[in-house]
T-cell receptor
Framework: DAGVIQSPRHEVTEMGQEVTLRCKPI?????LFWYRQTMMRGLELLIY????????DSGMPEDRFSAKMPNASFSTLKIQPSEPRDSAVYFC??????????????FGQGTRLTVV | KQEVTQIPAALSVPEGENLVLNCSFT??????LQWFRQDPGKGLTSLLL?????REQTSGRLNASLDKSSGRSTLYIAASQPGDSATYLC???????????FGKGTRLHILP
């Protein structure tokens, strides 16, 4: 498996534009996590899915953020409209609940978002 | 609410020294604890995973321990090398809701 794949790797956009970040988890993994990383706040969990169903989105900062997982191999994180304070690195991670213990979480390379 | 704390925030040591990075967490109801390495501008690489039923895990020069009752984990790096310079993060997966919560990391610099 190629690991968790995120696209794009870098995104520069103007304030007010819609941004869509994409993630392909490792095949067979049933958990998918979206994180945002900034210098000030470190890695923050935004939302996570189990078997394609959003379980907890309490970390999503505002209604401008939304995430979907239409199938087991694809997830998107959308920001509309984007603002400069959304600039950060966004990571996607996946893991597998191999009873009774979850496996390691594997991370993608991240998307560096810059909103100007 | 689970909080994960890593101390120190930054550490510089001469090459060849053994060192210990610390991680503490407030809620002991965890599935596992994982240590990651992050190089500047890069993603996270998993180093070691300790299940809650385990006390330690070893990989090469790295040894991670877990004391769930006291809410602590340490990452021991033996014979440090300049290539070990990176940020090291610990993360716990919570038993009650499967969330993975991270500490803010320790920035490690190994002096040649």
């Amino acid at each position: 498996d190629a690991g968790v794949i995120q696209s794009p790797r870098h995104e520069v956009t103007e304030m007010g534009q819609e941004v869509t970040l994409r993630c392909k988890p490792i095949s067979g993994h049933d958990y998918l996590f979206w994180y945002r990383q900034t210098m000030m706040r470190g890695l923050e969990l935004l939302i996570y899915f189990n078997n394609n169903v959003p379980i907890d989105d309490s970390g999503m900062p505002e209604d401008r953020f939304s995430a979907k997982m239409p199938n087991a191999s694809f997830s998107t994180l959308k920001i509309q409209p984007s603002e400069p304070r959304d600039s950060a690195v966004y990571f996607c991670a996946s893991s597998h609940l191999l009873l009774p213990w979850p496996t390691e979480a594997f991370f993608g390379q991240g998307t560096r978002l810059t909103v100007v | 609410k689970q909080e994960v704390t890593q101390i120190p925030a930054a550490l510089s040591v001469p090459e060849g020294e053994n060192l210990v990075l610390n991680c503490s967490f407030t809620d002991s109801a965890i599935y596992n604890l994982q240590w990651f390495r992050q190089d500047p501008g890069k993603g996270l690489t998993s180093l070691l995973l300790i299940q809650s039923s385990q006390r330690e895990q070893t990989s090469g020069r790295l040894n991670a321990s877990l004391d769930k009752s006291s809410g602590r984990s340490t990452l021991y790096i033996a014979a440090s090398q300049p290539g070990d310079s990176a940020t090291y993060l610990c993360a716990v997966m919570l038993f009650r809701d499967d969330k993975i919560i991270f500490g803010k990391g320790t920035r490690l610099h190994i002096l040649p």
